[in-house]
Structure formats: structure tokens, C-alpha cells
């Protein structure tokens, strides 16, 4: 039976990550997987709508990279059920009922209906303990009822009620839930203090979870509001030719700071809202633990609840850092923080350059914070913090690189028309791969390529390699073909990458794109996040990289 993994998940695709790149959580597009059914959801007048895509490994819909998706397992679970203080003896004694078995979700639908789609959130996925407790409390008023007239020694001695009786009431008990309950075992126990304590406690975590929860939805629609009001008055200043092109960018400004704080405030609700919920969760498992008296419930538990205070420490934390670099964004003597929302992606990418560079020195992980795109400066982040970590395992040199001055910084330049050849060594054997960054913020595979395929992207620990070069990047095939391997700009910032690793990271459906007339692959932004998760999930140890970035111009 499976016990551990989750009865329901929710992957919500219809947004970037809010930490894009690496350490941001991963949210993989669900897939077809045996014993669950899968379902795009959408918010309709009323409730959900819901459209069944896969059951089990079989397709009956399409999958959407924009989209929410539900999953629910349909394994089998145990059922440990504990109905304290049901019924007194003639010594004032009062016992406990315990029901032992096992659950399944019989009506997917059903189910996510009448309880599902209440109780799980996209961050916060639906545990076996929580549907346990939700048929404990479907099922309490038609226990008592069952009961009623039947004594003590009638149930406990001469089990009138047995597990056969039990289990062929439970699907008129539970018709609209969903839900298929097998009674095995039947146990009457004398009650203590203790466990009417414990369902309790039960019962009230059980409300403080669903009363977090909607505080966080309550949260995540405020969060909505707030991008649609700043989406339409965007949208109106832009539209405004009565503005100068300086009132316009100054009235963008002064919107992109109010939206941002906006957004952090939102930002916090909900992380306090989740953070409660997931404490009330514990406590509720804490309390069946108790009921069952299962030490190693109440542990794992526990366990939980701390991770959960940790994690909660740690994003409450970055928020606040980040409200530290709004102000210094707001102050800058340009209107940076305008540009970086641009809808002109070009003039994105070169506003968001600018302000990771020694220039200012913003984090990328700051700015994927606040809401901005910023996939490609996360990734050479990314990678030079893993240069740093692993020793300089990878080290890149080029001669043609002058020294410039930007404000008080002095940063590696490449004028236009310069030869972008350059040299890297490796201390480790493994699969190369080597990305440019363009100053126009085009990402682009130069290894492997249509000249290199992947299994042959292969370089030796202490040696140098030279690109181009005749292992990985022929200079006679471009020669051919008339490609020059020079920098033709426009200005601004490049970053030249290279990453040895284990395994190849560039698949061969990604290189299926070259061509001789075309031998360097563009990565997409879906790309990009592919490429993230790929260094993301390998370990750590499995691959170093480098980065040398230069202004161009």
C-alpha cells in the first residue's frame, strides 16, 4: 500500500517561478503516471471546471505549458480511524471506537469536488493524513448514530457491529465523497482524557487549516488584483500621448515601485498564510499520532514543523533583503526600474544587465524576486557562483579583452568587430558545454553543434581547449560556410560560458535544431528553465563550470 506520497498535487504552469533559475522551487509539467488521474483546472462562475487529461498512462487530453494541473492518486491507503468517547458503561466508563482498513479515491471527480480542491494548494499538496481526517469527520455523526440502543457488552463482547456491518454501510455514508472504505478490524477500547484531548485538537486543526488556507487564496487573489490594476494603468500611461516621453517614463517609475511593494506585501501574506497552514497541519498530524497512539507519526510530525519554521525563516528573510533593493532600485539616478519592465524584451534584457553588473551589482535572485524577468542573468549567476564553490575547476582566458571604465568600476570591455575566440581549461574529464549570452540577450549552444555532436563534446582533465578549434568547434567548417566567429554586438553586456559535467546537459532534441548553414542552436526562454533544472538536479559534484563576461562596445 502507498502511504507516503501525497493524494493530491497541484503544478500551477501558468506563471514563471518567482525564483527563476537555480534555488528556485521546481514546478515539472505533470505527466501521465499509473494509479492517479490528471486534470487541468481552471477557476469557473461557481466553482472549478475541471478536464480530465490522463488517466493513469494513458492520454485522453493534451497537456499545456499554461495551465494548472491536479493529480490524484487512487492507491489504496491504510485506514486508522479513531471515534473517541462514544458510548458509557454502566461504570461511567467511556470507550473509544477504532475502525482499521483501508481507503482509496474511487470517484477522482467526486473527490476533488466535495473536498480536494478545498484542501490542496499548488504550494501545499493534500496529505493522507488530511483525507483521513476529513472521513473521520464524514463519517462521526452516522457512527453515533449506528450506535444508538446498542450497549457496552453488546459491541465490545458480543460484537453485534462487526467489520462486515461496518464496511457495507460505507458507501451509502460516503456516496457523495468520492471515496471507497474496506473495514478490516474493529476495536473498542476504553476511552481516556487523553485521547478526547486529542480529538480536540483534531477538529480544531482541521478548521485552522482550512481557515490558513483561505487566507492564502485570499492572499494569491489580492496578489491578482493587484497585477491586473497595474497591467491597465500601465497600459494607459503608455497610451497617454498628451505625456512627454520624460513624464511617461517617469510616471512608469513611480508605478513599477508602488506595483513592486505591492507585490512584496503580497508576497509576505501569503508566505505567513502558508507557513500557518503548514503549522496547523503539523499539529493536526501531531493529534492523530496521538489518537493512535503512533510515536513515529507524532515524530515525523514534528519534524515537518521545524523544517516548515526553517523554510519560512528563510523566505521571510529574502523578502526583506529584497525591499532593501527596491529602495536602492528607486533611487538610482536613471529610470532603470521602468526599463526592466519593458515590454520590449531587448530593452528588458539591457536594463536587467545593467543592474546585475559591477555597474550596481543588483542580485539576479533579488530581481526574480520582485517579479522581473530575469532568466538569463540568473543562469550566468548561477553558474559563476558554482565556479566559485568548486575552485575554479574551469578556467576561461581571452587576450583581446582592454580594460574599461564604467562610473567609479573598471570592467573586462571587447570593442565591436573583435575576434570572440578564446581558450578554457579543465581540471575535470566530462560532456562540454558552452553557451553565449548576447548582448541582445540571445542565448545560443556554440558546443555541442552541428559540427560536434553531443556524445562527442567530450574534454580531458588537464588540458586546454580552444574554440573554435578542431575538437569542438572546426574552424574550417565555419570557413566554409563563410561564418566569421567575431563580435558584431550591438554594445552592451556578453557572457561566454563553459560546463563540464558528468553527463551531457545539452539533449539531442535540443541539437536537433542545427544545421550546417546554422550550427549553434538558440536556446528559448522554456529552453533556458529546461537547461536550470537539468544543473539543478544534477549533483552538485557532477559538474563545474565558468563564466567571462565583457562589455561589448
Not at 560532456?431 to 542565448?443: D, E
Not at 542552436?521 to 544543473?535: K, N
Request: charged share 25%; glycine share 6%; net charge negative.
Amino acid at each position: 500500500m502507498e502511504a507516503e506520497l501525497p493524494v493530491v498535487e497541484i503544478a500551477d504552469m501558468r506563471q514563471p517561478g518567482r525564483f527563476f533559475g537555480f534555488g528556485k522551487p521546481k514546478v515539472i509539467l505533470p505527466r501521465p503516471m499509473s494509479g492517479s488521474e490528471l486534470y487541468a483546472l481552471r477557476s469557473a462562475p461557481g466553482g472549478h471546471e475541471l478536464r480530465i487529461v490522463a488517466s493513469g498512462v494513458r492520454m485522453i487530453g493534451s497537456l499545456e505549458n499554461n495551465a494548472q494541473y491536479v493529480r490524484v492518486r487512487t492507491s489504496v491507503r491504510l485506514l486508522d480511524t479513531v471515534f473517541p468517547a462514544l458510548i458509557e458503561d454502566g461504570n461511567l466508563n467511556k470507550w473509544d471506537l477504532r475502525l482499521k482498513g483501508s481507503w482509496s479515491v474511487s470517484d477522482c471527480r467526486m473527490f476533488l469536488q466535495a473536498f480536494g480542491l478545498e484542501a490542496a494548494m499548488p504550494t501545499s499538496e493534500l496529505s493522507v493524513e488530511m483525507v483521513e481526517s476529513w472521513i473521520a469527520n464524514s463519517l462521526g455523526s452516522h457512527v453515533r448514530d449506528a450506535i444508538g440502543g446498542h450497549s457496552v457488552n453488546d459491541l465490545c463482547d458480543k460484537d453485534s457491529l462487526p467489520a462486515r456491518w461496518w464496511e457495507a454501510q460505507m458507501p451509502n455514508w460516503l456516496a457523495d465523497c468520492g471515496v471507497s472504505v474496506k473495514v478490516k478490524e474493529v476495536k473498542w477500547q476504553s476511552a481516556d482524557a487523553a485521547n478526547l484531548q486529542a480529538e480536540q485538537a483534531r477538529l480544531k486543526g482541521l478548521a485552522r487549516i482550512e481557515e490558513e488556507r483561505n487566507r492564502q487564496r485570499q492572499a494569491e487573489l489580492r496578489e491578482e488584483e493587484a497585477n491586473a490594476r497595474y497591467d491597465k494603468e500601465k497600459a494607459r500611461i503608455e497610451a497617454d500621448l498628451a505625456l512627454s516621453a520624460k513624464e511617461r517614463e517617469h510616471q512608469l517609475q513611480v508605478l513599477e515601485l508602488h506595483h513592486r511593494r505591492d507585490i512584496i506585501q503580497a508576497e509576505k501574506e501569503i508566505e505567513d498564510a502558508k507557513r500557518a497552514a503548514e503549522m496547523a497541519a503539523a499539529h493536526h498530524v501531531v493529534a492523530i499520532g496521538q489518537l493512535r497512539h503512533d510515536a513515529e507519526t507524532v515524530k515525523t510530525a514534528k519534524a515537518r514543523e521545524e523544517e516548515a519554521q526553517h523554510r519560512h525563516k528563510e523566505v521571510v528573510d529574502r523578502l526583506a533583503g529584497v525591499e532593501g533593493v527596491l529602495e536602492k532600485l528607486a533611487a538610482l539616478p536613471e529610470n532603470l526600474l521602468a526599463r526592466l519592465a519593458d515590454r520590449d524584451a531587448s530593452k528588458a534584457n539591457a536594463a536587467a544587465e545593467r543592474l546585475v553588473s559591477p555597474e550596481f551589482g543588483i542580485s539576479a535572485s533579488a530581481l526574480a524576486v520582485l517579479g522581473f524577468r530575469v532568466e538569463r542573468q540568473s543562469l550566468v549567476d548561477g553558474l559563476r557562483q558554482r565556479s566559485v564553490a568548486d575552485g575554479n575547476k574551469i578556467a576561461i582566458r581571452k587576450t583581446e579583452l582592454v580594460t574599461r571604465d564604467i562610473g567609479t568600476v573598471k570592467v573586462k570591455g571587447l570593442p565591436v568587430n573583435t575576434s570572440l575566440q578564446f581558450e578554457f581549461s579543465t581540471e575535470r574529464t566530462g560532456y562540454v558545454t558552452m553557451l553565449n549570452v548576447g548582448t541582445s540577450g540571445a542565448v545560443y549552444v556554440h558546443v555541442p553543434n552541428a559540427y560536434t555532436a553531443v556524445e562527442h563534446a567530450k574534454v580531458d582533465g588537464g588540458r586546454s581547449y580552444q574554440i573554435p578549434g578542431d575538437e569542438l568547434m572546426p574552424w574550417e567548417r565555419l570557413g566554409k560556410l563563410g561564418l566569421d566567429y567575431v563580435e558584431i554586438g550591438p554594445p552592451g553586456w556578453e557572457h561566454i560560458a563553459v560546463i563540464v559535467s558528468d553527463e551531457p546537459m545539452i539533449g539531442h532534441h535540443t541539437l536537433a535544431k542545427a544545421t550546417s548553414e546554422s550550427p549553434f542552436v538558440r536556446l528559448a526562454t522554456e529552453d533556458i528553465s529546461e537547461f536550470c533544472e537539468a544543473l539543478n538536479s544534477a549533483p552538485s559534484e557532477s559538474w563545474s563550470a565558468d563564466v567571462l563576461s565583457f562589455l561589448v562596445g
